[in-house]
């Protein structure tokens, strides 16, 4: 059997100690197998790392290749993970790094465990658990395969282990994001008053819904310039993943945890303070607002979640920044980010598969190219190709909203958001596509589909300015096509959801339509689909 060995999740992370050896203590050596998302030198797998241990990093094929990642995505972990080992050699730690273009590579995890074990004689294999089932059902059968212990850690850079998730979802008959947020907040402290929240409310979302202006002026954003190894990694992508979807040109991530950390000071400082009221708006001028950009390091383990949401926190105590805007960032990072990974190791591997509208239309090809009419997702198609990156409204009510509305197989507008985005791991990207953006789960993780017509994109943003459509038509081949998707939409799928309360003044307004506007709807959502499932596949 593989050992599972748990910490307590009852101490933040923030105020963990290491548990390292003794200096001078040795003990038979172990592989201690470090992940691209792993970039913490506090994760638990290398808490206890000594003299004799090896730690192996490697760049695999498979990897970079069971979905096609941006080119921007694998350049970002690859020059990480070299600046990573590269940390961990300052500090005395044994690494063992494999690069993609190593003649040897075996090109997938348990290959390069094999030849890991083949080199170096462990005792056993240390891992923290991976995010993704595919990958911790590979680590299952090591144990097996080589012969050797196995031992596979609670990943506590999370505030909830998968087991108190399973046991919290357990006691419930309905799981709402909202109450296990309220629960994260009583276990961190955050934003707290005694026992009541902070500003006697929980949650400000309604404040965070303001339009923004063309001529709002947001702080320029930080970048870094390439040095010498992230240089010969964009090389390396080039050379390998040119045929992926995006484009490295003006690649400048920050790829130290040092570079990482200067980006926190900045948005604290520049963006925290204006993030709340426009989080949901949308600009052509203005890609990211003032949205963090530090989910990619986040994710990828050079920030520790927590310790940012206390800086987030002490901002709003020193008066810096109000409190919709510091709710709604913590709200964020300890309510949705953790309930969203709870989720989906509560539901694999059978949540993949969901499709509870029947949706079975193709992805079409503009999803690539975004050679479409519609400006609203031209818009954010070609800021994904050109950045690796789209904020959570532009996924949810553009591009996810188009194909909830068009009727997309949730499993390909899955695999989309999978491959473009550079934030994007499967624990995290799955059951916001599934459950949240699709509702292909029947409504498990959210109580509504987000669903909604051309006006909602016209108030959020300026995108309808440019368009050949017109938002104001409601019908026809010249008016915006989320219009009559939307009622077509809910016409579709009536039966299911006419019984959900937060619809019934939408099929309340339907139901009172005329019999010709309900058809005129109808008949201009098969037209505009016709035209859709006519374009060329070529992607």
């Known amino acids: 059997m593989v050992t599972r060995a748990g910490k307590a999740h009852d101490t933040p992370a923030d105020k963990r100690g290491p548990d390292r050896e003794t200096p001078g203590e040795t003990r038979a050596g ?19 790392v000594g003299k004799g241990d090896t730690v192996l990093l490697c760049e695999v094929m498979e990897e970079a290749t069971y979905v ?6 694998i350049a970002f972990l690859f020059s990480a993970m070299r600046h990573f080992a590269e940390e961990l050699r300052a500090t005395g730690v044994t690494v063992d790094y494999v690069r993609l273009d190593d003649p040897e590579n075996a090109g997938s995890f348990t290959g390069e465990v094999q030849r890991a074990v083949r080199r170096f004689s462990p005792d056993r294999i240390i891992v923290t658990e991976p995010g993704e089932w595919r990958v911790l059902e590979a680590m299952q059968g090591w144990q097996r395969a080589l012969n050797l212990p196995v031992e596979i850690r609670d990943d506590d850079r999370f505030l909830c282990s998968r087991a108190e998730f399973r046991t919290w979802a357990e006691s419930r008959k309905q799981l709402r994001m909202e109450f296990f947020y309220r629960d994260m907040r009583r276990k961190t402290g955050l934003l707290m008053e005694g026992e009541e929240p ?57 790829v130290t945890r040092k570079d990482a950390e200067s980006l926190v000071d900045r948005f604290i400082e520049d963006h925290l303070p ?4 426009q989080q949901d708006a949308m600009l052509t001028s203005d890609r990211a607002l003032s949205h963090s950009l530090l989910s990619f390091y986040i994710n990828a383990g050079l920030l520790d979640p927590l310790a940012i949401c206390r800086r987030v926190e002490a ?40 499709n509870a509208l029947g949706a079975e239309r193709p992805l079409p090809d503009f999803y690539w190219t975004g050679e479409t009419r519609m400006a609203c997702m031209r818009q954010v198609i070609l800021e994904t190709r050109d950045h690796a990156y789209a904020h959570h409204i532009q996924r949810l009510m553009v591009t996810g909203n ?72 409601k019908t026809g081949p010249d ?54 499932d006519a374009l060329p596949k070529t992607y």
């Not at 702080?219 to 045929?243: C, E």
């Not at 204006?274 to 009221?277: A, E, H, V």
């Not at 709200?331 to 969203?340: A, C, D, H, L, S």
């Not at 998707?485 to 005329?514: C, I, Q």
């Open 274 to 277: 204006l993030f709340g009221d």
């Open 315 to 354: 901002a709003y105590r020193k008066g810096h920044a109000p409190l919709n805007a510091v709710e709604g960032f913590i709200r964020q990072i300890i309510g949705w980010r953790e309930y969203v990974r709870g989720v989906y190791w509560l539901k694999m591997p059978d949540y993949r598969e969901g």
């Open 30 to 48: 172990r592989l201690i197998l470090i992940l691209g998302d792993q970039l913490s030198p506090e994760i638990s797998s290398l808490r206890d």
């Open 68 to 73: 096609r990642h941006h080119p921007k995505k």
């Open 479 to 532: 008016a915006c096509p989320f219009n009559a998707l939307y009622w077509d939409f809910l016409a579709r799928h009536e039966a299911l959801l006419k019984d959900n309360r937060r619809l019934g003044p939408v099929y309340s307004t339907w139901n009172k339509m005329s019999d010709g506007q309900r058809k005129s709807y109808r008949d201009s959502a098969k037209a505009f689909l016709a035209e859709v």
């Open 402 to 473: 188009f194909a909830l509305l068009a009727g997309i197989k949730p499993q390909e507008i899955h695999q989309w958001y999978l491959e473009v985005y550079a934030d994007a791991y499967e624990w995290v990207e799955l059951p916001n596509v599934i459950g949240m953006s699709q509702f292909a789960d029947g409504g498990f993780l959210g109580s509504k589909p987000y669903a909604a017509g051309g006006n909602y994109i016209n108030r959020m943003s300026d995108y309808c300015g440019g368009c050949s459509y017109d938002v104001k038509k």
């Open 198 to 254: 902070a500003g006697g409310r929980w949650n400000f979302d309604a404040e965070n819904r303001k339009p923004a202006k063309p001529d709002l002026l947001t702080p320029k954003r930080k970048g870094f310039a390439p040095d010498a190894i992230t240089k010969d990694v964009l090389a390396l992508v080039q050379a390998r993943f040119s045929l992926h979807f995006g484009t490295l040109d003006g690649f400048d991530f920050a």
